[in-house]
């Protein structure tokens, strides 16, 4: 098929808004998937993506489509995840594309992720088809969705198609507007091969696969790669395109995507924005990748029973071939044991991980309280990155802790603005401006430490507006703030699982929240054990956890309280000296049932 005819596209919107649902859709009217076993949410293959409701990886497809000009054309479509936490996954499919097609929800209008998505694209000169879906809803606006379109996109409101992917309304209408609208594939070309790694996987069978897209030259099984970045060599095993199940293919040319199976046999190979050229004609220059992904949360997983720790290990290993953005290292705990310190995009990103990891590889575990990168300045000027509590180094050799910020577009109802705010500021955040976006909504933009908003605060965002309020972010730069290391301390001793650095202000609060918390689960002892919150040799929070008592005057009956008294002395020695000497056993269940409910 001549380069001409293939169009390389994908669909971007918030989430929720009916990505996939529309990819269905237009696999039903390509006869790509046949009725009969097309499934809802088809392109999401994970249970997990099914469960939820949400896409985790971008899905590509092939489809042919024979035209209104007569023509047929090849269509390859990219399905894209909406949430915040993957949108370096959207990043990597807009750079294998030409065009876009933006869904707005009819109901919702343009949302955060919306205009996130849509800048992404427009910065990397795609075509962007406007389509308004779900436009048989009863609650549908489409006056409304039209002028946003214009007001907050700046795209011509006389370009929006009307569809809905439920109800199969507007999807041929959507393919002309790709074959007429999208550009034929860009950078054809030079004839060495060029062909950019969107994606790779991992088959415990075949190694590794990359996920291709060819811009120009051809690649076919028997032909010797070369890695660009790397200087890799590897022979070409098979070469293949989606259908969506991978489908074998003779070769793939410029503007073809599909996947790549080769000799490689670990993903860290093979980059994702690496450049596949062919070892005997390799072409001159790499094509413009994208900025290396970098996790921006980490927590300690541990194994709940310290046996699965060689199973934890496997499932980690497995997890970060499949997946780029997921980082890890071991590390060990005085109260949790062996376990592993791991860095992820995001709070979402973290849970479906640790949630992989229960369900595929029956692994139970639990993990600390989430922590970010400080740069901490010493007194000579270097600057070390600190993700775990534990490595803060001595108080008295920081000059300054710096902390990472992020940079919010969040999205609200007008009657929700004066709680936002309060959340706001309460999370240490400044408002920078205020936006009107209709009648009803703003869109404020502000500036928050990405430290305050890893628990709680798009939890308390969704309630304070009634679900209705969205929220996107990117990081921002590091700034100087007052923080400080907090540890717990049980019967004087640190418990490293419970350290945290947090702002001086909210230290107290948050010290004595979690002294509360550990001497409610923490089982009675033989002794009184204090449970006390310190920053540096200063005892901010303290609670106590209840000791055991045998009744030792229950022999006496009446007579003088002399007798009493010295029973109970002589208990109160033994309690002091075993205080003395005694050590505080906690079993890891309570550390369990802390960790789990903070």
Same mark, same amino acid.
């Given at each position: 098929?001549?380069?001409?005819?293939?169009?390389? #596209?994908?669909?971007?919107?918030?989430?929720?808004?009916?990505?996939?649902?529309?990819?269905?859709?237009?696999?039903?009217?390509?006869?790509?998937?046949?009725?009969?076993?097309?499934?809802?949410?088809?392109?999401?293959?994970?249970?997990?993506?099914?469960?939820?409701?949400?896409?985790? *990886?971008?899905?590509?497809?092939?489809?042919?489509?024979?035209?209104?000009?007569?023509?047929?054309?090849?269509?390859?479509?990219?399905?894209?995840?909406?949430?915040?936490?993957? =949108?370096?996954? !959207?990043?990597?499919?807009?750079?294998?594309?030409?065009?876009?097609?933006?869904?707005?929800?009819?109901?919702?209008?343009?949302?955060?992720?919306?205009?996130?998505?849509?800048?992404?694209?427009?910065?990397?000169?795609?075509?962007? $088809?406007?389509?308004?879906?779900?436009?048989?809803?009863?609650?549908?606006?489409?006056?409304?969705?039209?002028?946003?379109?214009?007001?907050?996109?700046?795209?011509?409101?006389?370009?929006?198609?009307?569809?809905?992917?439920?109800?199969?309304?507007? $999807?041929?209408?959507?393919?002309?507007?790709?074959?007429?609208?999208?550009?034929?594939?860009?950078?054809?070309?030079?004839?060495?091969?060029?062909?950019?790694?969107?994606?790779? $996987?991992?088959?415990?069978?075949?190694?590794?696969?990359?996920?291709?897209?060819?811009?120009?030259?051809?690649?076919?099984?028997?032909?010797?790669?070369?890695?660009?970045?790397? @200087?890799?060599?590897?022979?070409?095993?098979?070469?293949?395109?989606?259908?969506?199940?991978?489908?074998?293919?003779?070769?793939?040319?410029?503007?073809?995507?599909?996947?790549?199976?080769?000799?490689?046999?670990?993903?860290?190979?093979?980059?994702?924005?690496?450049?596949?050229?062919?070892?005997?004609?390799?072409?001159?220059?790499?094509?413009?990748?994208?900025?290396?992904?970098?996790?921006? !949360?980490?927590?300690?997983?541990?194994?709940?029973? =310290?046996?699965?720790?060689?199973?934890?290990?496997?499932?980690?290993?497995?997890?970060?071939?499949?997946?780029?953005? #997921?980082?890890?290292?071991?590390?060990? =705990?005085?109260?949790?044991?062996?376990?592993?310190?791991?860095?992820?995009?995001?709070?979402?990103?973290?849970?479906?991980?640790?949630?992989?990891?229960?369900?595929?590889?029956?692994?139970?575990?639990?993990?600390?309280?989430?922590?970010?990168?400080?740069?901490?300045?010493?007194?000579?000027?270097?600057?070390?990155?600190?993700?775990?509590?534990?490595?803060?180094?001595?108080? @008295?050799?920081?000059?300054?802790?710096?902390?990472?910020?992020?940079?919010?577009?969040?999205?609200?109802?007008?009657?929700?603005?004066?709680?936002?705010?309060?959340?706001?500021?309460?999370?240490?955040?400044?408002?920078?401006?205020?936006?009107? %976006?209709?009648?009803?909504?703003?869109?404020?933009?502000?500036?928050?430490?990405?430290?305050?908003?890893?628990?709680?605060?798009?939890?308390? %965002?969704?309630?304070?507006?009634?679900?209705?309020?969205?929220?996107?972010?990117?990081?921002?730069?590091?700034?100087?703030?007052?923080?400080?290391?907090?540890?717990?301390?049980?019967?004087?001793?640190?418990?490293?699982?419970?350290?945290?650095?947090?702002?001086?202000?909210?230290?107290?609060?948050?010290?004595?929240?979690?002294?509360?918390?550990?001497?409610? $689960? +923490?089982?009675?002892?033989?002794?009184?054990?204090?449970?006390?919150?310190?920053?540096?040799?200063? +005892?901010?929070?303290?609670?106590?956890?209840?000791?055991?008592?045998?009744?030792?005057?229950?022999?006496?009956? @009446?007579?003088?309280?002399?007798?009493?008294?010295?029973?109970?002395?002589?208990?109160?020695?033994?309690?002091? *000296?075993?205080?003395?000497?005694?050590?505080?056993?906690?079993?890891?269940?309570?550390?369990?049932? !802390?960790?789990?409910?903070?």
């Amino acid at each position: 098929m001549d380069v001409t005819q293939t169009r390389n #596209f994908c669909i971007i919107a918030h989430v929720d808004h009916g990505k996939t649902t529309l990819s269905d859709r237009l696999l039903e009217y390509t006869n790509t998937v046949a009725h009969r076993i097309l499934t809802d949410q088809h392109l999401d293959s994970m249970d997990l993506e099914k469960e939820r409701g949400i896409t985790i *990886k971008s899905h590509p497809v092939t489809m042919l489509y024979p035209a209104k000009d007569g023509q047929v054309y090849k269509l390859n479509l990219m399905d894209t995840p909406g949430h915040v936490d993957f =949108s370096y996954e !959207v990043s990597r499919s807009l750079a294998a594309c030409e065009g876009a097609v933006l869904l707005i929800d009819a109901a919702q209008g343009v949302e955060a992720q919306t205009v996130a998505n849509a800048h992404l694209a427009f910065a990397q000169n795609l075509k962007v $088809i406007p389509v308004i879906n779900k436009i048989d809803l009863p609650g549908a606006n489409l006056d409304l969705c039209l002028k946003q379109l214009e007001d907050i996109l700046t795209i011509p409101a006389e370009e929006a198609i009307l569809a809905s992917g439920k109800a199969g309304i507007g $999807i041929e209408d959507i393919l002309e507007a790709v074959v007429a609208r999208v550009p034929s594939p860009r950078w054809t070309e030079p004839e060495q091969l060029r062909a950019l790694v969107f994606d790779s $996987i991992y088959d415990s069978y075949r190694g590794v696969i990359a996920y291709v897209r060819v811009f120009s030259g051809s690649i076919k099984a028997g032909d010797m790669m070369l890695l660009m970045s790397n @200087g890799i060599k590897s022979d070409i095993k098979e070469v293949g395109i989606f259908t969506p199940k991978m489908e074998k293919a003779a070769s793939l040319g410029a503007g073809d995507v599909g996947y790549l199976v080769s000799n490689v046999k670990d993903t860290a190979d093979i980059k994702t924005g690496d450049t596949i050229t062919l070892n005997l004609k390799p072409a001159t220059e790499m094509l413009p990748g994208y900025k290396e992904v970098r996790p921006m !949360v980490f927590c300690g997983l541990y194994p709940v029973d =310290s046996s699965d720790y060689e199973k934890l290990k496997s499932a980690v290993a497995r997890l970060r071939l499949n997946d780029a953005a #997921f980082v890890f290292s071991s590390e060990s =705990s005085v109260a949790l044991g062996f376990g592993f310190r791991c860095g992820f995009l995001g709070l979402l990103h973290m849970e479906i991980i640790q949630e992989r990891i229960r369900r595929e590889h029956d692994v139970d575990i639990i993990s600390t309280y989430p922590s970010v990168i400080f740069h901490v300045v010493n007194h000579k000027g270097t600057v070390a990155e600190v993700d775990n509590p534990v490595n803060l180094p001595d108080p @008295g050799t920081i000059e300054e802790i710096r902390e990472p910020t992020i940079t919010a577009s969040i999205h609200i109802p007008n009657d929700a603005m004066g709680d936002i705010f309060a959340l706001v500021m309460e999370k240490r955040g400044s408002i920078d401006h205020t936006d009107t %976006l209709d009648a009803n909504r703003v869109m404020l933009t502000c500036t928050l430490p990405l430290n305050e908003i890893l628990v709680d605060f798009n939890d308390r %965002l969704k309630s304070i507006t009634h679900g209705y309020g969205s929220m996107d972010y990117e990081l921002g730069a590091y700034r100087e703030a007052d923080l400080v290391k907090m540890e717990i301390l049980i019967n004087g001793d640190p418990v490293d699982a419970f350290a945290s650095i947090v702002h001086r202000d909210k230290a107290e609060g948050k010290g004595r929240a979690l002294c509360e918390k550990l001497a409610e $689960i +923490i089982p009675p002892q033989m002794f009184k054990v204090a449970i006390q919150a310190a920053i540096g040799g200063q +005892i901010i929070a303290r609670d106590n956890v209840k000791e055991m008592r045998k009744d030792v005057t229950s022999k006496c009956y @009446g007579g003088d309280i002399s007798r009493k008294r010295k029973l109970l002395d002589k208990q109160k020695e033994g309690k002091k *000296k075993m205080k003395q000497f005694g050590r505080v056993s906690i079993p890891s269940d309570a550390f369990i049932k !802390v960790l789990k409910t903070s």
